[in-house]
């Protein structure tokens, strides 16, 4: 009979590359290659849009395009979680949407910032 614990320990041994859920901001949109450069590495990010938003919602959406096109290249996943972030997905993760979605849904809406005259 083969002895199943030093099996069990020969398999422990096996290391699995870490996936990590990493919350990062989106400040500048120089900010884009880390988020991809984390994607790319096979972790999830949730990205705080806000900053940048405060700054300019023409940069915000120039943004989350850029990232939806990358993302779709890699097979990965992008989805909005609420008014200020979006998660971003490697193509080993998909994002779970109810069944009412047939499609993945665009980032429709932005943050609403108030813009005050300089």
Request: with cysteine; net charge neutral.
């Amino acid at each position: 009979m083969p002895n199943r614990s030093a099996k069990s320990k020969e398999m422990s041994t096996i290391t699995q590359p870490s996936i990590y859920v990493k919350a990062l901001q989106l400040r500048e949109l120089t900010d884009i290659a880390l988020v991809k450069d984390e994607v790319r590495s096979g972790n999830i990010v949730i990205l705080r849009i806000t900053p940048l938003a405060k700054k300019s919602v023409e940069d915000v959406k120039s943004a989350i395009n850029e990232l939806c096109e990358y993302v779709g290249g890699v097979g990965g996943d992008i989805a909005r979680l609420g008014e200020e972030r979006i998660v971003i997905t490697p193509s080993s993760v998909k994002i779970w949407r109810r069944e009412e979605h047939t499609t993945p849904p665009s980032i429709p809406e932005l943050p609403k910032t108030e813009t005050t005259a300089a």
